[in-house]
């Protein structure tokens, strides 16, 4: 399979946040969309300022806060929970999101992850995505005690003046391989 079709397979598996899509999905997806859409008050998007990481304590390993920047890299991890960093098998907190997301060697997978973030900035809506990726075969240590996977992500939008995402929060169903 060459990249075009690998990113034409996935893209299919982006879609809108709707009723019928979060009805089946995890719980965790539900909450943290049930959070946002709390937080927004009426608002198009809440503001970065709005998360409360207390009240989302029990998620933050599997969340990514990712800063949307005008200038290249243009996508940036600021936070990066604890799940996240174990799946990837290093940190990438102030890195690109380019060259340091979950998939990153899976040919093709660059432009769709990076495709979903697009999806946020342009529609200024929650992007649901239903594919599953594996971290990297990574040797078992005490960094890394078991493998895995993405089954499905959340990405939502924030924004400081409610016309331009400058935050995105990217919520990941992570489940063990083992």
């Known amino acids: 399979m060459n990249n075009s079709e690998v990113e034409t397979e996935l893209e299919v598996r982006r879609r809108p946040v709707t009723p019928d899509v979060l009805a089946s999905s995890a719980q965790g997806v539900r909450s943290m969309y049930a959070y946002w859409e709390a937080k927004r ?52 907190t102030g890195q690109a999101v380019a060259g340091h997301h979950i998939g ?20 200024r809506a929650p992007v649901y995505a239903d594919r599953e990726i594996a971290g990297p075969d990574l040797p078992v240590t005490s960094f890394t005690p078991r493998s895995l996977k993405i089954k499905a992500s959340l990405f939502l939008p924030f924004s400081g003046d409610q016309r331009n995402v400058d935050v995105i929060l990217a919520y990941s169903d992570l489940v063990d391989c083992t």
């Open 41 to 92: 008050s009426g608002r198009l998007m809440p503001s970065r300022n709005d998360i409360d990481p207390v009240e989302i304590a029990r998620h933050l390993p599997s969340i990514c806060i990712v800063e949307v920047l005008p200038e290249p890299p243009h996508l940036r991890y600021r936070l990066v929970g604890t799940r996240q960093v174990q799946i990837r098998g290093h940190d990438p």
């Open 104 to 123: 990153r060697d899976i040919g093709g997978m660059e432009r769709v992850v990076i495709g979903n973030y697009e999806a946020v900035i342009e529609t």
